[in-house]
């Protein structure tokens, strides 16, 4: 069983910086990409950034120089520093991570956190 657990979220206001953290643990064996998704309400969720294993990174181009994502292999653990944030930033935010279990180490599944609120205020 792999968990993600994120954490970070809040109520900011324009302008402001918020920084994401997402911890995955469990039986892992080895975790290729996580990313960051988000979703708004009455929107479809979309992604935000996401990160190799050899640490290379794409962005949403809504997000390209204000949010950075960076990942911690030892620790499992995916990060999303949140710069100038704008009020269309606000969504809920969904860690995501490919990962190899323990168990069946020849195949990937994709894991998905509970969600952290992030509210941008104008």
């Known amino acids: 069983q792999v968990q993600l657990v994120e954490s970070g979220g809040g109520l900011v206001q324009a302008g402001g910086s918020l920084r994401l953290s997402c911890a995955a643990s469990g039986s892992i064996f080895s975790i290729n990409a996580m990313g960051w998704y988000r979703q708004a309400p009455g929107k479809q969720r979309e992604l935000v950034a996401v990160i190799s294993s050899g640490e290379s990174t794409n962005y949403a181009d809504s997000v390209k120089g204000r949010f950075t994502i960076s990942r911690d292999n030892a620790k499992n653990m995916v990060y999303l520093q949140m710069n100038s944030l704008k009020p269309e930033d606000t969504a809920v935010y969904y860690c995501?991570?490919?990962?190899?279990?323990?168990?069946?180490?020849?195949?990937?599944?994709?894991?998905w956190g509970q969600g952290t609120q992030v509210t941008v205020s104008s």
């Open positions: 995501n991570a490919q990962v190899r279990p323990r168990s069946v180490s020849y195949s990937i599944f994709g894991y």
